[in-house]
């Protein structure tokens, strides 16, 4: 029996709100940004001290919480009955089995779970898609300008039909998350692509705190100069890439450090050269 030959990946840059915010700061986060973890992080991250250090960061405690209290919305809203029990929050302490997790994301996971058990903000509304957290890389959006292809990510916690049949996204924090109004324009911009002619609001919403940002709306050249400006972000990294991986010896040249305060909170700061042994208090 003959076998059809697997389709061929065709490669692509890339290109997400996750790199553009390692590739530049937002506004008033400019002491904490360092470069160099760009370069940790993209070019460097199958090194084996690398890879271990990026797979600790991914299960931190910070990661954690953020990703077990989506989880728990997803939960609340797989069974809707769960909302309108008694012991719904400790049903869903049970699905996720926070038990076996360390006593500060019990704690602060219990926390947000009651929050949103006391004011499920998507109770009653039409929900189009909602993340379970835990899904992987997103399909990417294919996306050009003139000749130049690239692929576009965006890993959208939730998105809500308005009665007005405008769409709405949320997208859930935990912690001391700052709301970055770049990560909403550019999912604006990704459901440009995903629902053509549709209008969109997007908005933020803290799990723990339960603050919630007012709308946020951009009109279509604003989304335009969101377009070029990951274009630029995509090119300009590729670039950066390219000449690293012919010229290593210029790592600290391609991703230039930015040593302070900022390297206690690094997760490379073990394998950096540039982070201080001792940091100031």
Known sequence: MTQTPATKKIWRPTVSYSLWSEFQPSVG???FHCDMKRGFNRA??????????????????????????QMGVYEFHRDPNLLAS????????????????PEEVRERVFCAL?????????????????????EGIPKPILMRQGNYEFDFYAAIDCIVREPDGSLHIIDFKTG??????????????????????????ASFYNLETGEQTEPISATSSVLQAFHIEIVKIARQ???DL????????????????NSGLNCRYCPFQSICEFSPSEVAA
């Open 29 to 31: 986060r400019e002491h």
């Open 86 to 101: 008694s012991d719904g929050v400790d049903r869903v302490v049970e699905i996720l089995q926070l038990s076996e997790q």
């Open 242 to 257: 390219k000449r690293y991986r012919y010229y290593k010896e210029e790592f600290s040249r391609v991703f230039p450090p």
């Open 237 to 239: 990294h590729q670039q």
């Open 114 to 134: 009651q929050n949103y058990y006391q004011n499920p903000i998507l109770k009653g509304r039409d929900i189009l898609q909602l993340s379970r957290g835990d």
């Open 44 to 69: 460097r991250k199958r090194e084996p001290l690398v890879a271990e250090l990026l797979k600790q960061h991914d299960n931190s405690i910070p990661i954690q919480i953020g990703h077990l209290a």
């Open 176 to 201: 001391k998350s700052e709301f970055d109004r770049r990560q909403a324009y550019l999912y604006l911009l990704a459901l440009r692509y995903l629902y053509p002619n549709r209008s969109a609001i």
